[in-house]
Every structure is written in C-alpha cells, then in structure tokens.
C-alpha cells in the first residue's frame, strides 16, 4: 500500500498570501489529521476529518481551514500568511482515527 | 485536558548500551499512549502503541515501552542503542479517548555516539 502523499513537500509564500496543502491519506483510511510542528511549539493538532466531516478541531485562529472529498483526500488552507505560519505541516491518516496514524513527510511552508 | 511530558530535550548514550527515553502522562480516562519517530527532514514513524494488555509492549526496531499506572509513565526504552537510531522522539496521547486527536510530547532527541 501507499503511504500518505503531502504535496508539495515545500512551499515559499509572502505574507499576506494564501496557501493550500494537499494530503492523500492510506488506501481505504477515512480518517485524516493535520499536524503543524515548530521548534517552538512542538507538534500542535489543528484538525481531524473523518468521512468528509470535521470531526475535531484544535486551538488555531480562522485563517486555518480544511476540508475532505469523498475519496477521503484533505486539503488545508491558510489565508492571510503570517511569518508565523512558517512550519512544517503534517498530514496523518488512520482507518477511522482510533490507533495508530501514519503520517506523511510534510509539507515545509516558508512565509517571507 | 490530556497533556505528555518528556522531562529531557536531550539524551546521549554510547553505541551498545541501554537507553531511555522518559515521558509521563496526564489523561482522564483509559490513556491511549503511543511513541512516534522523526528523522531530519522526515515525517513521523510509528513505534509502538500502549491500549490496554500487557503493561511492556515492543515495537519497532527493537524498541519497547513500559506502561505504569502508578507512575503514569510510559518510558521508551532499548537494550543496545544504534547510531542509527539517533532521532527525535515524540511521546503522544489521544486526547479524550480512542478517537481523539494526538497530543505530543515536545520531544527529546537521542544522540548515540560509536
């Protein structure tokens, strides 16, 4: 089976830009979450999709969004970038988000 | 609120010996813990996963993890470390059960040295 695909694996944006991140989980895995990971802040959960629904949601301002297609891919949206922003974002799938994630290599988004 | 400590940012053992890396938890509820792996560069590996059972559970590339109630600990542990395992190493929690998000740990790096 495939691993989870993030695309683009990097990204340079300028402020005030809007960028959106691709996640295409595991085959048959309906369950995708988003990670942003700094040296800062660690590893911050921003949202989980679960069959095109958004089923939890972490602590990050509105300029943050998503959405899942009914093949269970995820988007990620961020308006308005922020220095900030700049980080690595993690995508991770899992069957039906109980257990174990696999996550994807990350999309690295740089904002100057 | 669901919360992981690693107390260490940093740890360093010589190629061969034992090593450990520590965490402990804060959960309300049955904890659903989980050790995961970065590489530079790399997205996060899964290691090895403590639900309910036996309270050692092994992994991955010979890892394991001791599950302790008392001390609500669940340290990462391997009885001869590789240089190659040199890595960052997160401690998580699903958060409010089996179906919650993963809350991390900050992570401690090992570093083996030959």
């Known amino acids: 089976k495939a691993g989870v695909t993030q695309t683009p694996r990097y990204l340079i944006k300028t402020r005030g830009q809007q960028v959106t991140l691709s996640c295409s989980p595991i085959s048959g895995h309906r369950s995708v979450s988003w990670y942003q990971q700094t040296p800062g802040q660690g590893l911050q959960f921003l949202f989980e999709y679960f069959s095109e629904t958004q089923r939890n949601k972490g602590n990050f301002p509105g300029r943050f969004s998503g959405r899942q297609f009914s093949n269970s891919r995820s988007e990620m949206n961020v308006s308005t970038l922020e220095l900030g922003d700049s980080a690595l974002y993690l995508c991770a799938s899992s069957p039906g988000g109980r257990g174990k994630a696999f996550f994807g290599q990350g999309t690295r988004l740089t904002v100057v | 609120a669901q919360s992981v400590a690693q107390p260490e940012d940093q740890v360093n053992v010589a190629e061969g010996n034992p090593l450990t890396v520590k965490c402990t938890y804060s959960?309300?509820?049955?904890?659903?813990l989980f050790w995961y792996v970065q590489y530079p560069n790399r997205g996060l590996q899964f290691l090895l996963k403590?639900?309910?059972?036996?309270?050692l559970v092994k992994g991955s590339y010979g890892f394991e993890a001791e599950f302790n109630k008392s001390q609500t600990s669940f340290h990462l542990k391997k009885p001869s470390a590789l240089v190659s395992d040199s890595a960052l190493y997160f401690c998580?929690?699903?958060?409010?059960?089996?179906?919650?998000?993963?809350?991390f740990g900050k992570g401690t790096k090992l570093s083996v040295k030959p």
């Open positions: 998580a929690v699903r958060d409010g059960g089996s179906q919650g998000n993963l809350i």
């Open positions: 959960v309300s509820g049955n904890p659903y």
């Open positions: 403590y639900i309910t059972g036996d309270n």
